[in-house]
């Protein structure tokens, strides 16, 4: 049974920091493209980052560009999501995705997370 499971997410102040993780079982990392997705109150699903499956290569969309950083450890099985300088626009339930390849659509992703909670106060 293939799982993701999303931790890290809560309540930071405006200008904080959370790093959010994507713990892996049942699957290989390794083998797929990993993303991060967001979907804010009242708001359409947003594609975040992806980044490949040795690390190499990394993809951000311009509004969290200089300010997450998404990482992977295929060793433990588990990506990451580092997120500074947060803003109440990044209020959202971030999901991580495994995915064939990396694509700003979800649409391409094989496995999905439950989310986890970021809230940003002004």
């Known amino acids: 049974q293939v799982q993701l499971v999303e931790s890290g997410g809560g309540l930071v102040q405006a200008g904080g920091s959370l790093r959010l993780s994507c713990a892996a079982s049942g699957v290989a990392v390794r083998s797929y493209v990993m993303h991060w997705f967001r979907q804010g109150p009242g708001k359409e699903r947003e594609f975040i980052a992806y980044?490949?499956?040795?690390?190499?290569?990394?993809y951000y969309t311009a509004s969290v560009k200089g300010r997450f950083t998404i990482s992977r450890d295929n060793v433990k099985n588990t990506v990451y999501l580092q997120m500074n300088s947060l803003k109440p626009e990044d209020t959202a339930v971030y999901y991580c995705?495994?995915?064939?390849?990396?694509?700003?659509?979800?649409?391409?992703?094989?496995?999905w997370g439950k989310g986890t909670l970021v809230t940003v106060s002004s």
């Open positions: 995705a495994a995915g064939a390849v990396g694509t700003t659509s979800g649409s391409g992703m094989r496995y």
């Open positions: 980044i490949t499956w040795s690390g190499s290569s990394t």
